[in-house]
């Protein structure tokens, strides 16, 4: 039965969130400020789900989806929003986390720094690789599923990422590599990723369910034919029954191991399971913006934990004494080092490890940090690693985080061990995703 609901706000995946009977509502599609007619379609104690059937009353903010894949595809959950009033709502996501997650005030948060064109801003993808009615498809996850809506385009990818696709999808074709379902574990043809970098740099890595590649030479010729221009073709393989994109085997098929990408001056190498940020023009905002909450002075000595290929570390060395840089990816540190080579930075080391772990070991060797520098995954900290933290006595500690929920979570934890965040500066890394990305400054008190 349809009900009219008022949207009052958006939520954390970026779906309308409205009040019915003193329920509160989550309504995909919806704007805030709009009165929809939905149909209630999940109950649970405290929310209920509900499908959008009408928009009654249309929000100033919405606007035409430009993407025909929009309506299917999970990619992107925002193209209905115009690009201004997504900045300012992901701004509202964050101060809303700080204060009910964090419990936390007297905190500035800025305006969102947003993109002067925010298409074709991603130079990775990840598609998995399915069939329907016998063909084959290779494209993005439907929301909420795991079936694969065929994609030719995308416009959020960079263009030579469509050009891997396009390349791929032919030749798989052609070769008749078996895609990998879910269901049986049977196949062989799992995800197709691609990497886009400087100067048209392509990697193709392709994500199999074996190590045996069928026809694995005149594959890659073929797909060389098909795409000239490609730098690295790679192979890794993930023989696991879970949805874990990468396994931890990658071999080179043909070129290069590593593809390069520029951030500011610096140059950076990126293997297959590196982590790197996805938006080279706004990463370039995001580590500008912590080298300017860093304020240093040249003197200090900076810990870099979950440094990945080492890009903020490096960035911020020129106006450092010294920095240390702590990843659990071996590939990542191996990236990291010939960075640092490659861009003449001597004042750097790197550890591999956990940073729990690794941590305390600098500690316990008389290693004390003037400015902690730390972006871990989506989960956040380990709260050992936090107190970690806390034991080395930074003057300051720069958070980068791409989840505010868990920035919250862990700025409040840092409150209880003596560090009073003092700013934030949201960074949009992701337009027309529900995702922002934020730095935070905290200072010892």
Excluded: W
């Amino acid at each position: 039965m349809a009900q009219l609901i008022k949207i009052h706000g958006l939520g954390s995946s970026g779906e309308g969130v409205g009040k019915f009977d003193g329920l509160t509502i989550f309504i995909e599609g919806a704007l805030p400020g709009e009165g929809v007619l939905a149909e209630i379609e999940t109950v649970k104690k405290n929310y209920a789900v509900a499908r959008l059937l009408e928009v009654v009353k249309p929000s100033a903010e919405r606007v035409e989806p430009f993407c025909p894949l929009y309506k299917n595809c999970g990619g992107c959950q925002l193209q209905h929003m115009s690009y201004p009033a997504q900045l300012n709502r992901k701004r509202q996501q964050v101060i809303d986390a700080i204060e009910r997650i964090g419990k936390l005030s007297d905190v500035e948060i800025f305006e969102t720094l947003g993109m002067e064109n925010p298409l074709r801003y991603r130079n990775k993808m990840q598609f998995p690789v399915g069939k329907s009615k016998a063909e084959l498809i290779i494209g993005c996850y439907a929301r909420g599923s795991h079936k694969i809506i065929d994609a030719q385009s995308c416009p959020i990818q960079n263009i030579g990422n469509d050009k891997i696709l396009v390349a791929v999808k032919k030749v798989v074709a052609q070769f008749n590599l078996p895609p990998y379902d879910e269901d049986t574990h049977k196949g062989f043809l799992r995800h197709v990723m691609g990497r886009v970098g400087c100067d048209g740099e392509l990697m193709i890595v392709l994500v199999t369910a074996t190590k045996n590649f069928p026809n694995e030479k005149n594959f890659v010729r073929a797909l060389r034919r098909e795409l000239p221009e490609v730098t690295s073709i790679q192979q890794n393989v993930q023989t696991f029954h879970n949805n874990v994109i990468l396994g931890r085997d990658t071999r080179i098929l043909f070129g290069k191991p590593t593809i390069h990408d520029k951030i500011g001056k610096l140059k950076f190498n990126i293997s297959a399971r590196s982590f790197f940020q996805v938006n080279t023009a706004q990463a370039e905002v995001l580590y500008n913006t912590a080298l300017d909450f860093a304020e240093l002075r040249g003197h200090e000595t900076i810990i870099d934990a979950y440094c990945g290929t080492g890009t903020i570390g490096l960035f911020m060395a020129r106006r450092a004494r010294k920095v240390i840089g702590v990843e659990v990816v071996s590939s990542a540190i191996a990236d990291a080092k010939k960075n640092a080579r490659e861009n003449n930075i001597r004042n750097v080391d790197f550890f591999i490890g956990d940073a729990v772990k690794v941590l305390p070991r600098l500690v316990d060797a008389d290693i004390h940090a003037d400015v902690v520098v730390v972006d871990p995954p989506r989960a956040g900290c380990d709260k050992k690693v936090l107190e970690t933290f806390a034991t080395m006595k930074p003057a300051k500690i720069i958070y980068v985080s791409c989840n505010p929920a868990t920035l919250a979570r862990d700025l409040a934890i840092l409150k209880s061990l003596g560090y009073v965040t003092t700013k934030i500066q949201p960074v949009d890394m992701f337009p027309f995703t529900s995702h922002i990305e934020c730095v935070a400054q905290l200072k010892s008190s």
